[in-house]
T-cell receptor
Framework: DTGVSQNPRHKITKRGQNVTFRCDPI?????LYWYRQTLGQGPEFLTYFQNEAQLEKSRLLSDRFSAERPKGSFSTLEIQRTEQGDSAMYLC?????????????FGPGTRLTVT | QKEVEQDPGPLSVPEGAIVSLNCTYS??????FMWYRQYSRKGPELLMY????GNKEDGRFTAQVDKSSKYISLFIRDSQPSDSATYLC??????????????FGKGITLSVRP
């Protein structure tokens, strides 16, 4: 396993449509994070899974957003009724305990454009 | 005030220059500090990970943390055009076994001119 993968890499959708993104973490990592990054800003935390349990959600994650991690492996992030303000890069990161600490490794991201 | 502030950019230097990138943070609970490098339209790549105050060196890169002044720095020696990227500082609290969600600075875009 060479790293975190995300699909699709790019998504263009019309306002009001639903979209779903997938993240495949590094296989031995039990922690998985979703972040959102807009132009000129650093990534902002959205939600966190430890194994299959979603343990924290940011206030940024409105009720139109839902994330799952069935069986503690890959994760999906769904946005319902997309809005233009949802246009951003959606980043997934995974981490596992190594050397007494958790380092987060990011995937290449999914760039969402809502027209 | 944001929890992590990063010096605004962009920054342009000639090849071979020493580059200094800086961040400040406001929350004393932050105990772990990272620098990520992000090339255009790519995900962030972990460069350095530090815990205590002091310096950590890895090749041409040195990370410096001063917890007393809540100041973190990244130095790049003998900068190369391939170092041209956006550099993000990040931090998280010390909560063993708990969520280590990262708080990032805005990032600074560095351009190294050949």
């Amino acid at each position: 396993d060479t790293g975190v993968s995300q699909n699709p890499r790019h998504k263009i959708t019309k306002r009001g449509q639903n979209v779903t993104f997938r993240c495949d973490p590094i296989s031995e990592h039990n922690r998985l994070y979703w972040y959102r990054q807009t132009l000129g800003q650093g990534p902002e935390f959205l939600t966190y899974f430890q194994n299959e349990a979603q343990l924290e959600k940011s206030r940024l994650l409105s009720d139109r957003f839902s994330a799952e991690r069935p069986k503690g492996s890959f994760s999906t992030l769904e946005i319902q009724r997309t809005e233009q303000g949802d246009s951003a890069m959606y980043l997934c990161a995974s981490s596992g305990l190594a050397g007494g600490r958790y380092e987060q490794y990011f995937g290449p991201g999914t760039r969402l454009t809502v027209t | 005030q944001k929890e992590v502030e990063q010096d605004p950019g962009p920054l342009s230097v000639p090849e071979g220059a020493i580059v200094s990138l800086n961040c400040t943070y406001s929350n004393s609970a932050f105990q772990y500090f990272m620098w990520y490098r992000q090339y255009s339209r790519k995900g962030p790549e972990l460069l350095m990970y530090t815990y205590s105050s002091g310096n950590k060196e890895d090749g041409r890169f040195t990370a410096q943390v001063d917890k007393s002044s809540k100041y973190i720095s990244l130095f790049i020696r003998d900068s190369q055009p391939s170092d041209s990227a956006t550099y993000l500082c990040a931090t998280h609290p010390e909560k063993p076994g708990a969520n280590s969600k990262l708080t990032f600075g805005k990032g600074i875009t560095l351009s190294v001119r050949p």
